[in-house]
């Protein structure tokens, strides 16, 4: 599964899921754009490890939520490297909290970075892709936009919003060869998931048949294959990677 020549952008791609699937990618052979958001010395890294393997990387910063950003980025990469082809929406934050308590500011930041975000920088990749009649868009979901989950209704509906965006760019841009997936992890180890309370790390790991956590390399592996052009048949779809937590 080699990509070689093509360009890559991870969003959220400086640490946790982010940094494995951007590392892949240039294993695979892309130039890879590491997007970051706050954190510059975690993207710095991760182009450090995707140089010292010999890869090609460069850091981007810019907000996925705000249109006018996300729109100046993607013309940025695209007059340094000539084209995007491949684009993983993999940002995300979480505000948890139950629905009596949660603040209007919590739902519309995770609405914004979990979904708008997702929008916004489709819209600045497609162009590229059309016009390469190629392309690659894989948004990294969530278990619990399918199985919902108390005390994440503004997390859950974004991500439940990602599968209706997915298969609906797929539709529209499947003569064009650009495909769009989902992967939708189940519980991955990331600082994300470092921060919830003991009790609930043991309850869920007590709900995976597998009895074990995924990893950033599980998720890497499914966004891999749909990257790959030996999944160039496959579009509006979603792998589900959770160790059969969800079926
Ligand atoms: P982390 O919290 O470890 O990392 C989140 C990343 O998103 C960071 O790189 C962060 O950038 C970036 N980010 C956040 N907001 C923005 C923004 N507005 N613009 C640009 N980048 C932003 O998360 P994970 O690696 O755990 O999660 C990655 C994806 O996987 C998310 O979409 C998450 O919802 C999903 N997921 C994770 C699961 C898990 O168990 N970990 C389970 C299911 C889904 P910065 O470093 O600059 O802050």
């Known amino acids: 599964m080699t990509l070689g ?40 890294e991760t182009v450090l490890q995707i140089r010292n393997r010999g890869g090609k990387g460069q850091i981007i910063q810019f907000d996925v939520a705000d249109f006018n950003q996300t729109q100046g980025a993607f013309k940025e990469i695209i007059s340094r490297s000539g084209s995007i082809d491949v684009l993983i929406n993999n940002a995300g934050i979480t505000r948890d909290g139950l629905v009596a308590r949660m603040k209007e500011s919590d739902w519309d930041s995770v609405l ?14 497609v162009k590229p892709m059309m016009k390469n009649r190629w392309g690659r868009i894989v948004n990294i979901g969530s278990i619990v936009g399918f199985s919902g989950n ?13 599968i209706g ?64 052009e030996e999944a160039g048949y496959v579009t509006g779809q979603t792998i589900h990677v959770n160790g059969g937590m969800y079926m």
């Open 5 to 44: 020549g093509k360009t890559a952008v991870v969003t959220g791609g400086g640490r946790g899921i982010g940094r494995t699937v951007s590392l892949r990618l240039a294993e695979m052979g892309c130039l890879v754009y590491v997007n970051y958001m706050s954190r510059s010395e975690a993207a710095e």
């Open 112 to 125: 914004d970075t979990n979904l708008k975000g997702a929008f916004c920088c489709a819209k600045a990749a």
């Open 150 to 162: 108390a005390g994440q209704v503004n997390y859950a509906a974004a991500k439940a919003g990602l």
């Open 165 to 228: 965006l997915t298969k609906s760019l797929a539709r529209e841009f499947a003569s064009r060869h650009i495909t769009v997936n989902c992967v939708a992890p189940g519980y991955v180890v990331t600082e994300m998931t470092d921060r919830l309370d003991d009790s609930v790390k043991e309850k869920m790991l007590g709900e995976i048949p597998m009895g074990t956590l995924g990893t950033p390399a599980d998720i890497a592996a499914a966004v891999a294959y749909l990257v790959s």
